[in-house]
């Protein structure tokens, strides 16, 4: 039987560069990250529920440690028509990266405003000390989304975490 543990840039296909896997990483505590059984829901599956109008995956992820497990979620949602720019949320155990996509694969209007965020659903080390990893898994599977749906000019994202707006 294959082994169902994945490298972080691997956990939901696509969406997470080297920045957001390894903020993911210290999020769980753990490297053994087992994508949810639907099949580590990625880049291309979200991109194309955006494109076709219908609710837009999740990816669900689980840190193993020892007998232990940790999960965490990438959830992007379709806010309605564009406008307002980038903009950064923020909740308890969890941000969120909301931006403005003009592409010919945003839906039938080719525009639409998009938030991708993140959530931590376990009792971690505690928001103020994991805040900015939460912030750079959001804003890494932001950007995954925008190329993926080749929204102009990246959908306005910065290419760091720390060039995004205070929220």
Request: hydrophobic content about 45%; glycine content about 14%; aromatic content about 4%.
């Amino acid at each position: 039987m294959k082994n169902p543990e994945v490298a972080a840039t691997e956990a939901c296909s696509g969406l997470l560069g080297e920045a957001g896997a390894d903020a993911l990483g210290r999020v769980l505590q753990s490297w053994y990250l087992v994508p949810d059984a639907k099949g580590a829901v990625g880049a291309a599956a979200m991109a194309k529920a955006v494109g076709e109008a219908r609710a837009v995956p999740s990816c669900v992820v689980t840190g193993r440690i020892g007998s232990g497990k940790r999960v965490a979620e990438v959830r992007p949602s379709v806010e309605g028509a564009a406008g307002g720019g980038v903009r950064v949320v923020r909740a308890d155990k969890q941000r969120a990266v909301a931006f403005d996509c003009v592409s010919a694969r945003a839906g039938a209007a080719g525009s639409v405003r998009l938030s991708v965020a993140f959530e931590d659903q376990w009792d971690s080390e505690g928001e103020t000390k994991l805040a900015n990893d939460y912030l750079v898994i959001a804003h890494s599977a932001a950007r995954a989304l925008a190329k993926e749906l080749g929204c102009r000019d990246g959908g306005g994202l910065p290419e760091q975490a720390s060039a995004l707006p205070a929220g």
